[in-house]
């Protein structure tokens, strides 16, 4: 049962550098999110995906780029990455029914730019 | 806009006390769904409870319980006999009913140390 798996669960990249987070999901979710948890703060919404090819925009968008090419990836992409957005980063998914469910939350993945 | 304070930064108790988290919340949606997230030292978010807006009964859990007031839009979570396992950041969430999937809105945590 893997779940929601997030890589790398480190990572340490100088200002300007850019990368990309992944996160896959095997549960056949259709909806995904990826969240930032600064120091000492609850967690923001910056990107969801209801499914394949269709994303939006939440609370922190600016300095990110998403894409859903399939129902299991939702990669988070930083193209220039600035020490504000040193945070740790979730990436969750929940399926699609009549009723909402509880998301699933990787394990996170901690980000330090500098 | 939808708004969860939760105005406990940090609590200490001993362990086998009672603690009390409070969350108060603010939506302009007439349905909705409130989560309770628990986040251990090791830092990976568990999940606790989920209560739609159309249900006020309160609910219990082994030692945990919830109690909502939509009339005061609060949904406080108390650990009855806390233990030390229970040293945690706390969470609490909102979501909007429809077509939203889990797009939560956290506040931003009570830190909860039991001690022996």
């Known amino acids: 049962n893997a779940g929601v798996t997030q890589t790398p669960k480190f990572r340490i990249l100088k200002i300007g550098q850019s990368m990309t987070l992944q996160c896959a999901q095997d549960m056949n979710h259709n909806y995904m999110y990826w969240y930032r948890q600064d120091p000492g703060m609850g967690l923001k919404l910056i990107y969801y995906?209801?499914?394949?090819?269709?994303?939006d925009k939440g609370e922190v968008p600016n300095g990110y780029n998403v894409s859903r090419s399939t129902t299991e990836d939702f990669p988070l992409r930083l193209e220039l990455a600035a020490p504000s957005q040193t945070s740790v980063y979730f990436c969750?998914?929940?399926?699609?029914?009549?009723?909402?469910?509880?998301?699933?939350f990787g394990q996170g993945t901690r980000l330090t730019v500098v | 806009a939808q708004k969860v304070t939760q105005a406990q930064t940090e609590i200490s108790v001993v362990e086998k006390e009672d603690v009390t988290l409070d969350c108060v919340y603010e939506?302009?949606?007439?349905?909705?769904?409130l989560f309770w997230y628990k986040q251990p030292p090791s830092g990976e978010l568990v999940f606790l409870i989920r209560r739609n807006s159309f249900d006020e009964q309160n609910e219990i859990s082994g030692r945990y319980s919830w109690n909502f007031q939509k009339s005061t839009s609060s949904f406080n979570f108390t650990i009855t006999a806390s233990q030390v396992v229970d040293s945690a950041v706390y969470f609490c969430a909102l979501s909007p009913f429809r077509g939203g999937g889990n797009k939560l809105t956290f506040g931003t945590g009570t830190q909860l140390k039991v001690e022996l």
């Open positions: 969750a998914s929940s399926p699609r029914s009549p009723v909402n469910t509880e998301a699933f």
């Open positions: 939506t302009r949606d007439t349905t909705y769904y």
């Open positions: 995906s209801v499914g394949a090819g269709i994303t």
